[in-house]
């Protein structure tokens, strides 16, 4: 039970919440206070007797998380009521028709949310599960994004208490936080929590590289306080003169991007160049806009400093997606040393650091345009969400790729300006402006010049799509996509139009054999379907039309003998184009390993994970519960990765085997046939008697080489003492 000095502890945190409530003035009812005091004693009670891990009483975390949410991030009342009862349903007796019938419909809708989310999160939830909770948790998102960010700020208050946890909470909810909460809060535009939450993370995650920068930025702190006040006197001097009224700050990039930074390029700390960065926060004039204020003050800067060109970072005329809005620029400061320079406005500068809490407040100013890019996105994770078809673990996928994205922004041939993920090509582009532009796009103008419909597109590009009425997608488009968005589209069409897409293969298919001279006969289809990997004659034609398969071969498939036919070849491809994360790249000489725990075969939806350290790229299904935790774990040595196939005319070659029988050697033999993945084995019989084995392997290969190359491999086993080829 709780002594008194418990009860004196719960007291002081409370009336410390209070009294930022009172200061920062939050109430718009007369009895918004006494509410806050009411959903306080409620918790309280309902928690009473229970302690946290580190022996505080329970009822501290509800009081700390409340406090974030209204302190750190500006969010008001029904936040903080909700903030202090989150842990309620899950942890206690009461119910969420308790929380209504208390504190009415809006808040026991927050708390019910807040619940779901915690079940989502819970440590004991099985990994493949985890996924599927997730996505119950976003779906939060479409009631409430406030549920969303008091969920950011629970999860800051136990990464800030991350130290009384066993080490194995802590790697999970720190690999969470790294694949989810921390992305979440920057897509929200929390910065300010980000940082924090990433800090936090490196702090469990690699303690010592956390505590040697840490040290290192302490030895040097006064050094640099010195550089950051000879770089900014000049700027101050300048600005008073020319009368604007401002605050100036000078600042550390956090330990976290330090870090990435030091990893990404293997260099020292001192090597990081652009360590400083100075804010200057400026009260604007009513008379001039606020945007020719931001380039006034960056003229008054470059005039003392050199900018660099290739570094000018302009957010003000199209603020990012999650709302940001500044003028950034680097400049050589004294010593030649690169310095970072944000300009922010106060309004400017209250959407940074509160991210969408603030949008809410500058709403009324700005007609609502600020957020709109926000309350797009919000819209798309919802449409994302409620399509059936996304199974939990891709969605996550795409989501978590959707969160990572920078952007880059483009113009319709209208001149207005379309957000765009990096990464997006122009036929995402199509999609993203209609399904119906997508679905019969045929190409695109980018600045005026015809291009590929799979051309990246880069800020600044104005883009049309070319349509044509008799054009329909193509199946390989959803391999060359980038954006949730248009994938769901393709997939959608597919569905939908199944016969149509049978009597397109159909004719593309009697078109073929009447082009060929082939005489169409009942026993054409026996050597056609299995020619190209096909069971049914729906298949066959499906694939025609979706252009999975092309006849330009079919003369010889009609022709050849039986022991030839059309074999897929798969490969592994790293790919280049698609930076997750903005830090891992493979190329083709990278090494790679299919892994042993969920054994990913050709056409599987893969993901690789580049070794540190090495250029040993390891290869998981997408779907694998060990790639989502080493995601979450070590989510920047990701490297996209795809299967991509040739197909090949390929004959029929047996060969015989013999050899002395031992532990584990037909094993050995079929990770020999099968890690080539150019195989295709048609049979395989293995006889053992008396400590030795003899047996007959039947496969598809390419040439004469490719068969040498196997029986090299096969002969280098151990046991096997004789190889052989033979006709049948
Ligand atoms: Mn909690």
Known sequence: MFTAKDDLIIQERFEELLSICDSLDIYKRDDDRDKIIRGFKFANEAHYGVRRKSGEPYIVHPIAVARIAVEEIGLGVKSVLAALLHDVVEDTDFSVEDIERHFGKKISEMVDGLTKMKAATDCSTEISQQAENFKKMLLTLSNDVRVIIIKLADRLHNMRTLGSMTQKKQVKIFSETMYLFAPLANRLGLYKIKSELEDLSLKYNFPEDYKQISEKLAETESEREGYISMLTEPIAEKLQAANVDYEITGRIKSIYSIWKKMQRKQISLEEVYDLFAIRIIFKPLDIIPEKAQCWHIYSIITELYKPRPD???????????????????????????????????????????????????????????????????????????????????????????????????????????????????????????????????????????????????????????????????????????????????????????????????????????????????????????????????????????????????????????????????????????????????????????????????????????????????????????????????????????????????SYLSHIMISGSDRMGILLDLSIAITKHMNVNIRKIKIDSHDGIFDGNISLYVKNDEDLKNIMDKISSIKGIDYIHKYDE
């Open 311 to 649: 570094r000018l970072r302009e957010w003000i005329n199209i603020p990012k997606a999650n709302g940001y809005e500044a003028l950034h620029c680097t400049v050589m400061g004294p010593r030649g040393r690169w310095a970072e320079v944000q300009i922010r406005s106060e309004r400017m500068n209250e959407i940074a650091e509160k991210g969408f809490a603030a949008h809410w407040k500058y709403k009324e100013f700005s007609g609502g345009k600020v957020e709109s890019e926000l309350d797009k996105w919000i819209k798309e994770v919802r449409d994302a969400l409620n399509s059936s078809t996304n199974n939990a673990v891709e969605f996550l996928d795409e989501f978590h790729l959707n969160l990572y994205s920078s952007e880059v922004v483009v113009f319709t041939p209208k001149g207005e300006t379309k957000t765009m993920p990096k990464g997006a090509n122009a036929l995402d582009f199509a999609y993203d402006i209609h399904s119906s532009i997508g679905n019969k796009a045929i190409g695109a103008k980018i600045n005026y010049k015809i291009q590929p419909l799979y051309t990246e597109l880069v800020s600044g590009d104005q883009v049309e799509i070319l349509t044509s009425n008799n054009a329909t997608p193509k199946v390989e488009w959803m391999n060359k996509v980038f954006t949730a968005k248009a994938k769901q589209h393709i997939k959608n069409y597919f569905k939908t139009d199944i016969q149509g897409t049978l009597n397109t293969g159909k004719e593309i298919f009697e078109l073929a054999i009447k082009n060929q001279g082939i005489k169409p006969s009942r026993s054409l289809f026996k050597k056609v379907l299995p020619a190209y990997n096909c069971a049914y004659k729906d298949e066959f034609y499906s694939k025609l039309a979706m252009g999975v398969i092309t006849l330009d071969d079919l003369g010889v498939v009609v022709r050849s003998s039986a022991t030839s036919k059309i074999v897929k070849y798969w490969s592994l491809q790293f790919n280049n184009t698609l930076k997750l994360l903005g830090a891992n790249k493979g190329s083709d000489s990278d090494e790679h390993k299919i892994s042993e725990c969920c054994f990913p075969s050709p056409g599987d939806d893969v993901i690789g994970f580049k070794q540190p350290g090495s250029n040993l790229i390891i290869v998981h299904k997408k779907s694998c519960p060990e790639a989502l935790r080493e995601a979450s774990r070590h989510g920047d040595s990701i490297v996209p990765t795809t299967w991509s196939s040739e197909k090949v005319m």
